[in-house]
Every structure is written in C-alpha cells, then in structure tokens.
C-alpha cells in the first residue's frame, strides 16, 4: 500500500471527522460526548483497516483534538477538566494502535499469499516447462532459460560437479563476473552435511554487486548440485521447491536419455536379427539353387537345351551372390571408413555408363533413357558417385515391370552435379518413403517377396556422404519413384 | 505300370522352381509348380498331389499355416524345404503333420532320397498292415513282439520296444520329440523330452553295435529321431 493512499485514507478521515463535528453541531440534541466519540471511533477504525499505523494514529488524535475543543467542556478550549477525557483520549489511542495492527497483520498475510500464488503459478508453469523438455543435450540449459522467465530472475545456474570440475548451465548473466568453482564448492560441500528441511542449506553470496542465492539440488537426501538464482528475492520454500522441480528435471531427462538409448539398442537389435534372417535367405535361396542345378548337370538326364538352361540358371545365382558379397564389403568398408575420396576431372555421362556397365545384368532387356549432360565436365570421385547411381538403377529395375522403361538425366550447375533415376513402377509406400535410406530397412512390400538386403540404398547414401553428396527420394504424381543425387563438384 | 506320382512343388524363388522342377520331372514324376500359400493350398484341392514339396517361407502366408491348411485338405506327405537357421519352425511343421525336411541349401540327392521315403511310406500305409520288418540285419516282428539279429534275440522292455515299433512303422521319417512322448506316455508327457532322452539311449545299446556312434537310431540335432532302413546311406 503506497503513501500516496496513506495520505488519501488520511484526508478522507479528516472530512469525516470534520463533516460529523459540523452535522452534531447542528443538531445538538443528538451531540453527547458518547455518541459524538463513538461516531469518531468508527473513522478511526475504518481508517485503521485501510491505511498504515500512522494514519490511524494521527487520525485519533485529530478526533482527541476535534473532541475536546468542540464537545467536551469547556468548549471552544483545549484545555481537558474531567480526567474521564483522559480515559477516553487513550481509548482513541489503543483502539486506533490495535485496529491498524490487525489489519496490517492481514494485509501482510494476504500480501504473502498473494505472493505465494504467484509463486506457485511460477512454479507451476515452469513444471510444464520442464514436460517440454525432450532434447536431453540441451536439456539443463534450457530449463535455466525457463526458470529465468518463469521466475523474471536476472541470473540462473544449475551447476553440477563433474569430475572434480563444475559444469554451469547458465541462463542470464551476473555482469563481468562468475560464479567461482571455490565458492560452489564451498556451497556444496555446505549443503551437504546439512538435512534437507534446514534453512542452512541455503547460501548467500554476494558476487559484484549481486546477490547470489544458493540452493541444493537434491535426489533423496543426497545433493547432486546447486541451484544459483539472483535477480528478484525468491521465497525460501518456493526456492527449495525451484530446486526439487529442477532435481525432478534433470532425473527425467536422464530417464528419457536412458529410455532413447534402450530403444535404439533394441532397433538395433532387430536391425541385427533382420539382416541375419534376410542374409540367411539371400544366401541360401542361391546356393540351393546352385547346388542343385549343379546336381542335375552332373546327371544323365538333362537333354542339351535342359543343360543349357541349368548352366544359366548357375551363373546367374554367382553373380547375384557375387553383387550380394561386394555389398556386404562395401558396407563393412563404409563403416571402417575406408572408403576414400579420389576427384578427378569426369564427364557426367561416363559416370552414367560406368554405373550402367556396373548393374549390366540387372539392366539386361530394360528400355534406359538418358539424358546426361555433355558440355562441361566437372570434378569429383567418378568411382562413389557412380556405384552410388548403380545402387539406384539396380533398384529401379528391380521394383518395376520389366515392360517400363527407366530414365536417367545428369544436369550440371555452377557448384554441383544433379543425377536423377526416375523408373515407373509402383513408387514407394509413403510409410516407408522416411525410411527408405536406413541400413536393412525394407520396404513393407519388399520384405516379403522379392529378394535384397536393404543395403542398397544404405551404401549408397554411405558413398556419397564421402563426397559430401546427398541422396533423396520421392514419388513422381504421375506413378514411379524418382531419386536424386546432389554431388557438390568443381565444374569447368 | 503304376501312374507317376504327382508331385506340388511350392517354393516363391524362380531360381529354385527352376532348379528342381526339371529335377523332378528327370525322375519319372507328375511336377506342378506354385509360388504362394494360397496357390498351393488350392493346389491341393484341385490337382490332389501325392506329395507336397513345400518351402516355409513363403510371402503370403506363413509356412506352418499353410502345412496346417493343406491337412485339412489331403494326407499326401509334406516335405519341408527350410531355409530359415530356426529348429522350431521345422519343428512346428513337423507336428503339424510334414512328414519331413530338408534344410537349404541341399544337394539333389537329399531331397529326392526324401521324397521316395515319403512315396514308399505312402504305398505301404496302402498296402496290408505288416507282420514285421526288417532293417539292415535287425528284424523287427510287431506281433511277437521280439526283435531278432540274426539268431540272436534282443530282448527290450515294453517301452523300448514301443518306441522301436514306432520309429520301425514310420521307418525313414523323423519324428519329432514331441510326437514320441505323445505316443509313448500321452499328451502329458510333451514338455519331458528327457524321458526320450533316457529311452533312446537305452534302446541303442541295445540294437546298435556301437551305441556311440549309432548307425540305426539316429539323431536329428534339435527336432527328433530317425530309424534308418539303409544304414550308412542317405
């Protein structure tokens, strides 16, 4: 409650007291001292429930006053005959000291209140801050930046001893000062002889011309860290109640980091198990056929064009497991990092060729249509970009009709070369079309029938990262996937 | 002269249609050939082949579903074709009611030695009930229920003698453990294949020369037991 209503409170008692003296005056019938005293009593008590001590004080005696010179005899004189006006003088007093001192214990009380919801909605609002929060790298930065907005505080760390050294996650700032590790050590190793409901556990510390406040943050009993607010004074218990919310905090994004790795462990896993099953198939699917095949050359049975048939049959499955082993190994050499990058000087349409020559078999009777540019050459590893392509028309051929044809374009910019593959099967499901990049991730439609190892695309998103490149996918509105190769290059 | 068996080959991999459909058909046998679950078992029903070749891991319905929806059509035997590490889907096959198995990749000889298993079992089963039977120098009388070598008179216990029968009448063909403990101690008994553990063991010291390295009872690693009729030959 500021002065200015003080003085307003007081000016509205005055024209009170003033305004009854004159209506008692005029009808003197009414006016005894009792009723007249009364009459200010009440001014006074109103005045003590709205304004500060003061006001009532003097408003008691401004009614002590108005009362002995106007209707305590003699009148028209200051002077006090009968001792009783004494009593009632002091009963003015003690009546005005404990009505103001009610109600500004009330007023404080309400004010505390009022302060403690706010707080409590701070509180509140900053735990759903802390829900938010699902980056876990960033995690104990950004609840600082929370709880700084949340609280309209100046300065906010949560520090944490990490080998012997602290780690701070500041939000604000505390000038051209710091917090030192000596003082948070001091504060911590404070903190944690003391039992978690003590005050003492709360420091203060005056950093420049800040004051720091400190508190721990606790899992349990135990303390972990500290939380270091300045700015705006903050309540002790909010404070202790800021640094469980912050304790809860940071355990959750532990638990949800836990929680992530799990799952990533577990997606491997089946990563794992899905590759065995479809190498396993991929495997013996060939070899079956080989041994077989084999078999029934060796025997009498087959007529020449029988033998014929077999023999084909038995080179066609070498190279599928032949394309099969140079995957895996391409694979195993992208993961060692042993795939280099090697720029020279290459005309777009010889990396088209070279990639064609590569998936020869798997192109075999298909209609290709190219459109490659042939006026500038540019420069970057000719061998990457081009097993890349062939990954990609291996599959277009692969996930469309023989009977449709496949159209490769190579166009060159002033910083990059553009290869598309744009075939006319079904396109990709669109569930699987985030995924479609992901080692062994095969297509629901794939998974089932036609054979692969779901490393195809891996590889060859695998190559081009060597060469800083980018590989992307997408359905054509007109039926057929189209992919694309972005490989940054020097061109001339 | 009998009619040539017929035979359904189903099996989703060309290369392996192409590999053992002339195969087949070199060896005097009728050959359809399907690539899915549900071909196969309209198959059945509409051409009733005397013997199913039958790959478990087809793209459309799972290979154990399809063994159990052929049976309910045709008791023709079913010879598994299992490309997949896992015992237990052969095993579950095998219950079902597949009369055998053999795991990619397989050589020529194995798949057709299995098939005439299978056919052979199928013309006795037709024939009239046997008397006794013998395998390699072992003779088998299932009514006086004694089993000879030679002159000499291997006396077994009613057990061991139970589980000789039933390996002798499906002579050739594996049989699950599952299939043994039903039929020799009840369907309580599936979840205790140590009992045919301890039986087999004594059985073949009894009839086996070397009860080491058996010749007659053989093992097969995880799915169950195999009386062979032809020792030492595939």
Known sequence: MSVSEDVRSLALGCGAIGLSTWLFRQSPQVSNTTTVSLSFLVVVLLAAARAHLWVAVTLSIVSMVVLNFFFIPPLGTLTIADPQNWVALLAFLAVSLVASNLSTVARDRRREAEMRRDEVGRLF?????????????????????FILRRFDLEYVAICIPLDA?????????????????????????????????????????????????????????????????????IEHGTLDALAGLVAIAIERTHFLDQQKRAEVASQREELKSALLASLGHDLRTPLTAIRVAADNLRSEWPNERERLEQSELIVAEVDRLTRLFENILEMARIDAGAVTRDARWVAPSEIVDAARSR???????????????????????????????????????????????????????????????????????????????????????????????????????GLLAVEHGQISAENCADGGARFTIVVPADVK | MTRPSRILLVDDEVVIQRALAPLLRSQGYEVDVVGTGKEAVDAVTDRSPDLIVLDLGLPDIEGTEV??????????????????????????????????????????????????????????????????????????????????????????????????????????????????????????????????????????????????????????????????????RP
């Open chain 1, 125 to 145: 609002d900053l735990s759903r801050d802390v829900l938010l929060i699902t980056e876990s790298d960033a995690a104990n930065t950004l609840l600082a930046r």
């Open chain 2, 67 to 232: 063994c159990r929806r052929i049976r309910r059509e045709s008791q023709a035997p079913i010879v598994i074709l299992s490309a997949r590490g896992g015992e237990a889907d052969k095993v579950a096959a095998l219950d079902i009611g597949a009369d055998d198995y053999v795991t990619k990749p397989f050589g020529s000889e194995e798949l057709l030695a299995r098939i005439r298993v299978a056919l052979r079992r199928l013309e006795q089963s037709e024939g009239p009930e046997l008397e006794r039977l013998s395998v390699a120098d072992l003779v088998i009388d299932y009514n006086r229920r004694r089993v000879l070598r030679g002159d000499e008179d291997i006396r077994l216990t009613p057990k061991e003698f139970e589980l000789l029968e039933l390996l002798a009448r499906n002579v050739d063909r594996v049989l699950t453990h599952r299939t043994i403990l039903k039929s020799i101690w009840g369907g309580n008994a599936v979840d205790q294949p140590e009992h045919v553990w301890v039986l087999v063991a004594q059985l073949r010291k009894k009839i086996e020369r070397d009860p080491s390295s058996p010749q007659y009872l053989l093992s097969e690693p995880f799915v169950g037991y195999r009386l062979v009729s032809n020792p030492g």
């Open chain 1, 359 to 461: 998936v020869d078999p798997a192109l075999r009777g298909r209609r290709i249509e190219i459109s490659a540019e042939s006026e500038r050459l540019v420069r970057l590893d000719p061998r990457l970009t081009a097993a890349a392509l062939s990954q990609l028309l291996e599959n277009a051929s692969r996930y469309s009709t023989p009977a449709t044809s496949i159209h490769i374009g190579a166009t060159v910019n002033d910083r990059e070369l553009t290869i598309t593959v744009r075939d006319h099967g079904d396109g990709i499901p669109p569930g699987d079309l985030p995924h479609v990049f992901e080692r062994f991730y095969r297509g629901v439609r794939a998974r089932t029938s036609r054979s692969g190892t779901g490393m195809g695309l891996a590889i060859a998103r």
């Open chain 1, 165 to 233: 050294e602290w780690t701070r996650f500041e939000s604000g700032s505390l000038g051209s000062h710091g917090l030192s590790s000596d003082d948070l050590t001091a504060a911590f190793s404070a903190a944690e002889g003391v039992p978690e409901v003590e005050r003492t556990a709360h420091r203060r510390l005056t950093v420049g011309d800040r004051d720091v406040r400190m508190v721990p943050i606790r899992v349990g009993t135990r303390p972990f860290g500290l939380l270091a607010t300045a700015g705006r004074p």
